[in-house]
């Protein structure tokens, strides 16, 4: 094979290899989605089961006011858990932890507070796999491979895009 042909099949080679990372980036969002789907699920139910919402559970600086009207032997500051709000936060709770087929009888504190965790490191992750998937689109976009269908500018601009509202432009045309 002459020099020119070589470089094209590694030229090809590695677009390949980062097309097919671009894909199991992908199938892996869609995983995490699919737990953060779940996981908001199982929270909303928690929710419901201690009857509170996000606005509902009162304030620390309202429990201690509360607490300074009713002066008595109890400590000043009274913690208060924004999903537990008044319910007991002891009460077992049967949950079931991914990647098992049983389930663990645990406190409702517990099993809310593991839920939340876990939320808020499957949004690290699911924002952490979007950005190499724009990245690498990027990628395989200046080396030309998507130019005959979408052209290379067309990419930097969708890749560039960033999730900040125009709000002159909304008021506008929301009148």
């Not at 400590?75 to 949950?95: F, I, N, Q, Y």
């Not at 490191?121 to 690498?136: F, G, I, N, P």
Request: with cysteine; hydrophobic share 35%; proline share 4%.
């Amino acid at each position: 094979m002459d020099e020119s042909m070589k470089q094209l099949q590694q030229g090809l080679t590695e677009i390949e290899i980062e097309a097919e990372n671009v894909l199991l980036a992908r199938h892996q969002l869609v995983e995490i989605d699919r737990m953060r789907n779940g996981n908001r699920e199982a929270l909303t139910a928690l929710r419901k089961r201690a009857r509170t919402t996000k606005t509902s559970v009162p304030s620390p600086f309202e429990s201690i006011m509360k607490d300074i009207e009713q002066l008595e032997s109890r400590p000043l500051v009274k913690e208060v858990c924004a999903t537990c709000g008044k319910h007991d936060s002891r009460e077992d709770t049967w949950m079931m932890f991914p990647g098992t087929d049983g389930f663990a009888r645990i406190p409702f504190h517990a099993a809310h507070s593991i839920l939340e965790k876990d939320q808020e490191r499957l949004d690290y992750d699911a924002k952490k796999l979007q950005s190499y998937v724009k990245e690498k689109s990027f990628l395989i976009s200046e080396k030309g491979v998507l130019a005959d269908k979408i052209s290379p500018g067309i990419v930097r601009s969708l890749v560039a895009l960033t999730d900040k509202p125009n709000v002159e432009g909304f008021a506008e045309l929301s009148q």
